[in-house]
């Protein structure tokens, strides 16, 4: 399996927002996918699930502020980040369940 492309972060201020996407080089369709991010000094994290049917699941840390998604069809995942905090900046990362090689990750910094 090769990694996947994530893409999409970047700088932005308190309150912003960003929409993430990461493309998986093989199909999606059934599987659990996540988005996870780490920050200097942290463990990775998950921050964002959806089950192959469509349900999906977050930490408080992000809930109400971050949507994933899915577009089976594109083999891409999605992450859609609102009300942005400084605490929110990582290297954020997709992955599969069960996991695939990690990719690059994307960063995103939130910073005035």
């Known amino acids: 399996q090769v990694q996947p492309v994530e893409s999409g972060g970047g700088l932005v201020q308190p309150g912003g927002s960003l929409r993430l996407s990461c493309v998986a080089s093989?199909?999606?369709?059934?599987?659990?996918m996540g988005w996870y991010r780490q920050a200097p000094g942290k463990q990775r994290e998950l921050v964002a699930r959806?089950?192959?049917?469509?349900?999906?699941n977050y930490p408080d840390s992000v809930k109400g502020r971050f949507t994933i998604s899915r577009d089976n069809a594109k083999n891409t995942l999605y992450l859609q980040m609102n009300a942005l905090k400084p605490e929110d900046t990582a290297v954020y990362y997709c992955?599969?369940?069960?996991?695939?090689?990690w990719g690059q990750g994307t960063q995103v910094t939130v910073s005035s």
């Open positions: 992955n599969r369940e069960p996991p695939f090689p």
């Open positions: 959806i089950s192959g049917g469509g349900s999906t």
């Open positions: 093989g199909s999606i369709r059934f599987y659990a």
